[in-house]
């Protein structure tokens, strides 16, 4: 990524391995998280193969080695970063409403943390779907449930309330990590979304001004940045030091970065006229997500925002 003001390196894997030797890593969200990991292991493996030293059940949540530099890489699937009770399928088809207990963190990602050396978090998406919410153990309302006779409440009151925990629990910790929060990601669905037709065949980036951020994104992000704020004076007073990886505008110029009708494998190898599910959110890679890990490369050596 280049313009008049910013020139970014390329990634240097020899010289980041060498700096990250005996250190760990834990990228911790939803498939976006996995996104960015798949990036960062391509990138890496110019320079070293990892290998594959834990996986969960459905291989979404992950933990990759690096012999030679000892060096450790983790995904942490927890798409709300709280503690939820999830019925969904692979294609993202509920059979039941998502649980979401909103005073309690997800203990898949709280209980390693201590483990982690640099931390790359990141939320968002999944709070746009249907959940019954919970505190204290009973449900006090919830968001996209109509005819559940349940008080409505905004996607923004459970999205402010999980970062300023998990944000919390990272600045009062007793354990130093360097933490990234990573801000939404845009997508780029036309005529429709992910579950009814959407697609995306822009073949160029955007060029600045051509396009604004959808007013979802807006709010999930202005709740980002006040989030980020008010935990980073805290962290400052602890000595845990908070690092905002502001991808979101980056994104949004490249709609031309996406897998689109290929989110499976040769999927008109059958059907050339099949019609199939679209991937306007996720990355392909090589694409702009590897610039990402350009950025979070830089700041780590540069140590600066």
């Known amino acids: 990524m280049e313009s008049p003001a910013c020139e970014l390196p390329m990634f240097d894997s020899e010289k980041f391995l060498d700096l990250m030797k005996n250190k760990w890593w834990a990228f911790i969200g939803d498939s976006i998280s996995r996104n960015h990991v798949q990036s960062f292991l391509c990138i890496l493996s110019q320079v070293e ?3 594959e030293v834990f996986h969960d059940e459905q291989y979404k949540s992950r933990r990759w080695h690096f012999p030679s530099h000892n060096f450790t890489l983790s995904v942490i699937w927890t798409p709300f970063l709280l503690k939820a009770d999830v019925f969904e399928d ?4 509920s059979s039941a409403e998502t649980q979401l207990h909103l005073d309690k ?3 898949t990602w709280t209980e390693q943390y201590k483990s982690f050396d640099y931390v790359v978090i990141a939320g968002g998406k999944w709070y746009l779907k249907t959940a019954i919410y919970r505190e204290n153990n009973t ?6 449930c109509p005819g559940k006779n349940l008080t409505e409440m905004s996607f923004e009151y459970a999205y402010r309330k999980a970062l300023k925990s998990v944000l919390n629990f990272t600045m009062d910790s007793s354990h130093k990590a360097l933490v990234f929060l990573r801000t939404t990601t845009p997508d780029h669905f036309e005529n429709g979304e992910w579950f009814s037709g959407g697609t995306c065949n822009t073949t160029l980036p955007f060029k600045e001004g051509e396009v604004d951020t959808k007013e979802v994104d807006t709010v999930m992000r202005g709740i980002e940045m006040e989030e980020f704020e008010q935990a980073a004076s805290l962290g400052a007073e602890n000595g845990v030091p908070l690092k905002l990886l502001d991808t979101t505008r980056m994104s949004l110029l490249r709609p031309d970065g996406h897998p689109g009708p290929y989110r499976q494998f040769q ?3 059958k059907d050339k006229n099949a019609k199939v599910q679209n991937d306007c959110l996720h990355w392909c890679l090589p694409g702009p997500i590897d610039s990402w890990n350009g950025i979070v490369m830089e700041m780590v050596i540069r ?3």
């Open 267 to 269: 999927p008109f190898a």
């Open 303 to 305: 140590g600066s925002q």
């Open 105 to 107: 963190l997800d203990e």
């Open 139 to 144: 449900v006090t309302g919830c968001h996209d």
């Open 49 to 51: 193969q990892a290998v």
């Open 90 to 93: 692979i294609n993202g088809v």
